[in-house]
Structures are given as structure tokens and as C-alpha cells.
Nanobody, 126 residues
Framework: QVQLVESGGGLVQAGGSLRLSCAAS????????MGWFRQAPGKEREFVAG????????DYADSVKGRFTIARDNAKNTVYLQMNNLKPEDTAVYYC???????????????????WGQGTQVTVSS
């Protein structure tokens, strides 16, 4: 089992920045690919960003490319999502997910992930 705990969400004005963190425990962190997904009210959960187990491969949704950066620190068992130039449409609950299978590959498919965090709310005001 893997436990994931997100932090760093909050309320920010449009154009501002936040950094989300996700601390993992229960399994060797470097064996896991990690992803961030989000869900806005009334919408489906969507892929935001992902990173391979080594950190050598990343992927971003088109809507956040150039504004968000995913990174990981395997020594600290933590994955980060740096969010810059935030927009009101970024408002959502952000979830950290871990993928144990084919962990060298970053997947946009939520069904490929095995473990979820509880989520952290990000609200961007206009």
C-alpha cells in the first residue's frame, strides 16, 4: 500500500502561484510514477501532469503546459506541482496519484494509477 498526502492548496488571485506537494509513504518512492489530476465542480477528473519514476520523463495537459511544472525528490519521497500564472479555470480539487506498473512510462489514463491522495483545493479568483 502507498499513502499519499497532498498539501499546498489554497486561495490565490489570477496570475498568482502555488506549489502543491505530495508526500508518499509505504513503498519505495522511486519505483512509482506519479501524476497530478484535478476535478472541477461538475466536471470529470482530468490529467494535469505526470512524471516517471526517475523524473526523466514528464508530460503535461495542453491547458497547463508552460505554466505548471512537475518535479520529484526521491530522497524526500515527494512530488511537487509548481503552478504559475494561475487562471480561474484552474480552480479544482487537485489529486496526487501513484502508478506502480510500467513506472518508467507517464500515463494520462487515470485507470493506470493505483493509489490516490485525498486531494487539496485550489481556488483562483478573478
Amino acid at each position: 500500500q502507498v499513502q499519499l498526502v497532498e498539501s499546498g492548496g489554497g486561495l490565490v488571485q489570477a496570475g498568482g502561484s502555488l506549489r502543491l506537494s505530495c508526500a508518499a509513504s509505504g513503498r519505495t518512492f522511486s519505483s512509482l510514477a506519479m501524476g497530478w489530476f484535478r476535478q472541477a465542480p461538475g466536471k470529470e477528473r482530468e490529467f494535469v501532469a505526470g512524471i516517471s519514476r526517475s523524473g526523466g520523463s514528464t508530460d503535461y495537459a495542453d491547458s497547463v503546459k508552460g505554466r505548471f511544472t512537475i518535479a520529484r525528490d526521491n530522497a524526500k519521497n515527494t512530488v511537487y506541482l509548481q503552478m504559475n500564472n494561475l487562471k480561474p479555470e484552474d480552480t479544482a480539487v487537485y489529486y496526487c496519484l501513484a502508478k506502480s506498473r510500467v513506472a518508467w512510462y507517464v500515463s494520462r489514463d487515470i485507470s493506470a494509477y493505483d493509489y490516490w491522495g485525498q486531494g487539496t483545493q485550489v481556488t483562483v479568483s478573478s
